[in-house]
């Protein structure tokens, strides 16, 4: 018999809104206290301190307006954040600031968060949704220096981007980026030609979600619609359906597998998280705890195994967080 799914081993409170985007920061050199990054509705970034489970510092720089992407760029103290005032903010935390350090306005009005790869020290690509439909433009950081701009076929009715990932394989210089889009397609995108690659239609209805284990070379994404689609890239570069997984209830905001690629979590419109086993896809346990819709799911960066978390933001304002190696 299954085990009972657990408790949250905490809850925190106090963000005043929906919470749509969550990031940890708790590896580091230095033994600081390990942090939690949160983006809500009401335009606030939250820092939790993990230790004493209050907010450390709030910070204000999108107009109120929601912010759906946090991300740390090489350390807690460099700090990315997009927002639907369609300006992606770079923060400076040392010494105790709480003011952005640059921004770049994406004229973007759709939702799609940006994906961030670290090149080298201090440098880094970013790609995000550009202003003309379907388009996704590439930047360089903190220089904002343009890379490409991805642009559909021709008559491909691809509809706007819904979610990006950039990545690359080790001692491989080539960066790519997979975007899910609205038509339900995966695209495979090579950044140095500024073409595709291959495309997959893996959902009747927009990717919602998706992520990637480049060391099994296989995918997952997420829609609103019941079904989990499992894909995979072979060495020719092609995208081609590994398997589907039928969902009880409908629609997912967000999908991660977790570091260590042996679990993944998804976040459901149902109110629930889901936890599988990556390489079978085999159910878990299912974390039901909300009261509304679940935006977001965060795995930990902590050195030590025993010590990773996982963590769900959702729309009743709360975020819970969980300790699942034991139950895994």
């Not at 809850?11 to 749509?20: F, M, Q």
């Not at 350090?101 to 201090?122: I, P, W, Y």
């Not at 997959?200 to 689609?229: Q, T």
């Amino acid at each position: 018999m299954a085990l009972p799914p657990p408790d949250p081993q905490f809850v925190l409170r106090g963000t005043g809104a929906a919470v749509h985007t969550l990031h940890f920061s708790c590896g580091g050199k230095d033994p600081d206290v390990p942090v939690l990054f949160s983006g809500s509705e009401n335009g606030f970034i939250h820092v939790w301190n993990l230790k004493t489970h209050r907010v450390d510092a709030a910070l204000d720089g999108h107009g109120r307006r929601s912010v759906y992407c946090v991300e740390t760029m090489g350390s807690k103290d460099r700090l990315l954040s997009q927002g639907r005032d369609q300006r992606i903010c770079l923060w400076d935390l040392a010494e105790g600031r709480t003011s952005v350090m640059d921004s770049v306005f994406t004229e973007n009005v759709g939702f799609c968060r940006c994906s961030l790869l670290k090149l080298a020290h201090g440098r880094w690509l970013m790609a995000m949704a550009a202003k003309a439909l379907g388009e996704i433009q590439v930047l360089e950081l903190p220089s904002k220096t343009s890379v490409c701009t991805l642009k559909p076929e021709v008559g491909a009715k691809l509809g706007m981007p819904m979610c990006l990932k950039l990545w690359q394989l080790s001692g491989v210089s080539q960066p790519l980026l997979l975007a899910g889009y609205e038509d339900g397609s995966v695209v495979l995108w090579n950044l140095s030609m500024g073409k595709a690659l291959s495309q997959l239609v893996c959902h009747p209805e927009p990717v919602m979600s998706l992520d990637f284990d480049l060391e099994k070379a296989k995918g997952i994404s997420g829609s609103s619609e019941k079904v989990l689609s499992i894909w995979s890239l072979n060495e020719q570069q092609n995208l081609q359906v590994y398997k589907t997984h039928k969902l009880v209830n409908a629609g997912i905001s967000d999908i991660t597998i977790r570091p260590d690629k042996k679990i993944l979590a998804t976040a459901g419109w149902d109110h629930r998280v889901r936890i599988f086993g990556w390489k079978k896809m085999k159910p878990l346990a299912v974390l039901d705890f909300h009261t509304a819709t679940v935006h977001c799911v965060s795995f930990s960066d902590h050195k030590s195994p025993g010590e990773r978390l996982l963590a769900a933001g959702s729309k009743d304002h709360r975020i819970s967080v969980w300790s699942l190696y034991a139950q895994t």
